[in-house]
């Protein structure tokens, strides 16, 4: 008999906090920000970074408790009959104030709307949300994070369109002040990129205008020349260099390729899918 494996999300620091809508804000053409309270965000952890969170997206579902662990409530979850078990969407948060109990989720409005766009155009202050975010009893500051650039890091490439932008945001505010980045930022509005302004700083930033090709796609291009330009430089600098790349899932391929085919090692490249252009992807993770 084959043993059985480690229980998923064993040693996850999620657990699942009650909040409702507090304020809704249009930051920009393309961003709606929307502030969730509840008295249990005094223990949300602010990891920051590009650490992810989950909504659950429906109508109330009384299975899932406010205070389950991760690996009880994905349990759950998958156990709820599917034509009323909620749909799940990850988020980066834009900022956590634990002390006011409260947690800003910016939502990038696609065109068709999915599940996550819709409710947010939608959203009106009382409104619930269930959220699994880390529990700052629960350590594991690590949890959810793929930024893992190492400590020799000089010199960093952060790319994403706009779904990416609070991961981009939590990066950029992380970083030393000794560490370069390059930053491409993919947009259908100018207005939308406008709201990183204030992070980017000394930065070397391109907004790379959209237009009305498919999404991902001038990322990818602009990936692709910056490799042909400054990968073999990139390359020489070893663990001083690291890339976060985020975009359109049918894109992320092409990105790694191009930096790798750059010369950058591939230990050094992260990508990752944060959207499919489909109007509506399959439920769960």
Known sequence: MTPAGPEPFATSPNTLFATRVSRV????????????????????????LDQRVKILLGPTCPELVPGMPERDWRRV???????????????????????????????????????????ALGAAPGDPLLVSGPDVRAGRPDHGVQW??????????????ETAYPAVRGILTALPPAVRARVLLE?????????????????????LRRGDRPGGLALVEAVTAWGHTHGAAAAVLGEGFYAWVATESTRVRA????????????????????????????RGV
Do not use: C, K, M
């Open 25 to 48: 804000r249009r930051l920009s053409p393309g961003f709606v920000r929307v502030t969730l309270a509840g008295s249990g965000l005094v223990r949300f952890a602010p990891h920051g």
């Open 77 to 119: 979850w998958r156990a709820v009959p599917e034509h009323r078990r909620p749909v799940l969407r990850s988020y980066t948060a834009y900022a956590v104030r634990s002390d006011e109990a409260e947690i800003d989720l910016d939502f990038y409005v696609h065109d068709p709307a999915g599940p996550a766009s819709d409710w």
């Open 148 to 161: 893992e650039p190492g400590s020799e890091v000089r010199e960093v490439l952060v790319a994403g369109d």
């Open 187 to 207: 947009a259908g509005d100018p207005a939308d990129a406008a709201t990183l302004d204030d992070v980017v700083g000394e930065h070397a930033v391109a907004v």
């Open 255 to 282: 990105v790694r390729d191009a930096l790798l085919a750059g010369g950058v090692d591939g230990s050094r490249v992260h990508t990752q899918g944060y959207w499919h252009h489909r109007g509506r992807v399959p």
